[in-house]
């Protein structure tokens, strides 16, 4: 069932249900939101159908996994945590390496870990829960949030900051952004800064990844919620999910958190401790094996989004005379993508996946969903460099889940 914490008029689905079934009557159900305080309203609401959280224990129930992940940590090639779990089943759940090498901090299984561009997909939906309150539209000009605006953002709606297909240059390819990343910044700095550069081209006709764009709708989340962007993630999405141990670590003083490396000649060297400051939108957040498993159960099993909004999310919003910038069988989504992700191995694979890879200070990181099976497979690093051994040990998970011939590669 899929199930919409609010209609679109904002009365609770699940209430309205029970009332129409006979289950309870309309006057206990009203009784039911009077009783419960206003900020535990929506969480009440989504436990009444969400799944529950298994224990957090070592499962290591996928062989072939299990060996490349062994082989791996006793060579020392990989560094971080990899859950894997098929419907309400984890199958496989296990952490590498050290958290702080310095210190000589061994990873927990709750270990936290920052997200970097993972964190997109919670920005675009917590955009989309704001359009199922009757707040705002992804087609709002992005004007109508943002004042003083530039008369070159006026063609600009929701949807294009989204869908990465707004103009706007992003700010980590402009000559200021050594400055910029070293020196903490507001929400309206960023905006501020960005509205200097007007747009690259009209929005709508291209494709270019864009950081930029994610901070600029964080913005837009806390003018039409009316409270910062942090507070309504939590409130409205992190807390309802029952996830603890994540949110946007915008005051850079997140404890339990892992220590991001980097692999150079001299070996293994931590990361300068990140400005969160200036990806509020596009990479804030931290998170854990077991909140990420929450959320793609919450977020692709319908207790967050209606319908439409998650039809749209999921969507291919890349322009249609663009398929070289996208690749073959890959969507654009608001915030992730989906393609035939298994297709990119030596083994591949067609099963259409949902996902986010995220890379940046020390960390990197991918969390993929596959709908059919109901598959879950994150796997967090805390070193930066291991792009190639991340995505493959993605893949080979999802294969060995979905029962598909595990590949030894990636496809070259």
């Known amino acids: 069932m899929f199930i919409v914490p609010k209609t679109a008029g904002g009365r609770p689905w699940i209430l309205g249900s029970l009332v129409a079934a006979g289950l309870i009557s309309a006057g206990a159900g009203a009784w039911f939101l009077k009783a419960v305080a206003p900020e535990t309203q929506a969480a009440a ?35 971080g945590a990899v859950l894997v779990a098929k ?15 310095e210190q000589d ?9 920052r997200l970097a561009s993972v964190s997109k997909q919670f920005t675009a939906v917590a955009v989309l829960k704001l359009q199922d309150e009757g707040k705002l539209s992804v087609d709002d000009p992005v004007c109508k949030w943002i004042e003083p605006c ?32 070293v020196t903490r910044r507001t929400p309206q700095e960023l905006t501020e800064t960005s509205a200097r550069y007007g747009l690259q081209f009209e929005p709508g006709t291209k494709v270019r990844y864009n ?71 596009a990479g804030a957040l931290y998170s854990t094996l077991d909140d ?28 249609d005379d663009m398929p070289e910038r996208r690749g073959p069988h890959r969507a654009y989504g608001y915030g992730l993508y989906v393609s035939a992700l298994g ?22 990181n991918l969390v993929s969903y596959q709908p059919d099976q109901q598959v879950t497979v994150v796997v967090l690093s805390n070193n930066y460099h291991l792009r190639d051994l ?19 590669a990636l496809a070259r």
């Open 211 to 281: 950081n930029a764009a994610f901070n600029l709708a964080a913005e837009i989340v806390a003018k039409a919620s009316g409270m910062a962007f942090e507070h309504y993630l939590e409130q409205s999405i992190l807390r309802p999910l029952g996830m603890k141990d994540t949110s946007p670590d915008v005051n850079d003083d997140a404890q339990g958190l892992a220590m991001g490396y980097g692999l150079f000649p001299a070996g293994l060297t931590p990361q300068p401790i990140a400005n969160v400051s200036i990806v509020a939108g």
């Open 150 to 181: 530039p008369a070159a953002w006026v063609p600009l709606r929701i949807h294009h900051l989204l869908s990465h297909t707004s103009g706007i240059p992003d700010l980590m390819a402009q000559a200021e952004w050594g400055r910029i990343r």
């Open 87 to 101: 419907g309400d089943q984890v199958l496989f759940r296990q952490v590498y390496g050290k958290a702080n090498y």
């Open 390 to 408: 991340v995505l493959l040990i993605n893949q080979q998970a999802m294969a060995e889940a979905l029962g598909r011939p595990v590949p030894a």
């Open 45 to 79: 609401v989504y436990q009444i159908g969400l799944p529950k959280r298994p224990p957090v224990e070592v499962v290591e129930a996928l062989p072939q996994l299990k060996e490349r992940l062994d082989h791996l940590d006793a060579t020392k090639q990989f560094t």
């Open 343 to 364: 297709e990119r191995t030596s083994s591949p694979f067609s099963d259409r996946q949902i996902y986010h890879t995220g890379s940046w200070a020390g960390f990197r």
């Open 292 to 319: 990420m498993l929450a959320w793609n159960r919450g977020l692709h099993q319908g207790h967050v989004l209606s319908q439409k909004a998650y039809a749209d999310l999921i969507a291919d919003h890349a322009p």
């Open 105 to 113: 901090t061994p990873f927990a299984l709750d270990t936290r870990f």
